[in-house]
C-alpha cells in the first residue's frame, strides 16, 4: 500500500517542481528510428507515485488518509507545441487526443514534426473555446472529439470534460461512497509546460508518467471527507482549482 508519508514526500517533490505540478512527472525514452520524417509519439502511463496505477484497488491514501481507489481517468488533450533553442514555439496545429486508461488508450501520435532541436514540449489538458463549444455533431467516428468515443461531452451544459476522475473512497465510518472529480468549463484548461532536449532527426518517442498522487497533493492536498467528493467546475470552486 502506498503511505501517507509517501504521499507527502511525492507533493513536496512536485511543488519544487513546479513543471510537473498537475501531476506529470517526466521519464524520457527516446528511440532512434533512422527515419526520413521525424513523428514524435508521447506514450502517458497513469500512476501512483510513479508504480502503475492498479484500478479498482482500495489500496491509495488521500493526504487526510482517506483510502480510496481509481475507476477511470479519461482526459483530452490539445494545443501541442515545441519550444525552440531560441524561445520561440513551433505550434502542432489540428492535434487533439484522447487519452483512457481503461480503454487503454495511452498514446499521441504528432507527425510531421520538422528536423531540429527542442529544449520543450507544451499541451493543453482540455480545449480552446472554439472546439470547447464546436458542435459534436463536426465530428465522425473515430475522432478524439466524437462523444460517442470519447463519452466526455456536457449534453446538458455545452462543452467537454476536459478530464474525468473517477473512484471510490472509504469514509471514517468505514462506509463506501463514490468520488468524481470532472474538470471543464473554458477557464479550468490546463496548460502544462515540460522542459525535454529533444532532436528529432530521428523517430522519437516522449513517455510520460501522469501521476495522480501529486495530481490531488499539489497545489493544495484534497481531501474527500473535507473538501468533498464531486465537482463539476463550477465557477470558484475550489476542488477545481486544486
Known amino acids: ?11 513536496l517533490w512536485f511543488a519544487r517542481n513546479r513543471w510537473a505540478a498537475f501531476g506529470l512527472a517526466v521519464c524520457l525514452a527516446v528511440a532512434g528510428g533512422r527515419a526520413q520524417a521525424a513523428p514524435l509519439q508521447l506514450v502517458i502511463d497513469t500512476t501512483v507515485l510513479g508504480r502503475r496505477l492498479q484500478p479498482s484497488s482500495l489500496r491509495y491514501e488521500t493526504s487526510a488518509e482517506e483510502l480510496f481507489s481509481v ?10 507545441g515545441l519550444q525552440h533553442e531560441d524561445g520561440s514555439w513551433l505550434e502542432l496545429t489540428n492535434a487533439v487526443a484522447w487519452i483512457d486508461f481503461g480503454e487503454k488508450r495511452n498514446a499521441v501520435a504528432l507527425p510531421g514534426v520538422p528536423a531540429g532541436v527542442f529544449r520543450s514540449l507544451r499541451f493543453t489538458v482540455g480545449l480552446d473555446p472554439g472546439l470547447n463549444h464546436a458542435s459534436p455533431q463536426t465530428f465522425p467516428a473515430g475522432h478524439p472529439l466524437n462523444p460517442n468515443l470519447n463519452g466526455l461531452h456536457w449534453n446538458w451544459q455545452g462543452g467537454y470534460v476536459f478530464m474525468a ?3 471510490l473512497w472509504r469514509d471514517s465510518a468505514g462506509r463506501m461512497n463514490g468520488w468524481s472529480y470532472h474538470l471543464a468549463r473554458d477557464t ?5 509546460t515540460i522542459p525535454a532536449q529533444l532532436e528529432t532527426t530521428n ?11 501529486a495530481l490531488l497533493n499539489t497545489p493544495r492536498p484534497l481531501s ?5 467528493s464531486s465537482t463539476h467546475s463550477r465557477d470558484g470552486d ?5
Open 71 to 80: 475507476t477511470r481517468v479519461s482526459f483530452l488533450l490539445s494545443e501541442f
Open 165 to 167: 476522475l473517477e473512484g
Open 1 to 11: 500500500m502506498h503511505t501517507l508519508a509517501a504521499m507527502k514526500n511525492a507533493a
Open 203 to 213: 523517430a522519437l518517442r516522449l513517455d510520460l508518467d501522469f501521476d495522480l498522487a
Open 188 to 192: 479550468n484548461a490546463v496548460r502544462v
Open 238 to 242: 475550489p476542488v477545481a482549482a486544486a
Open 224 to 228: 474527500f471527507a473535507r473538501n468533498g
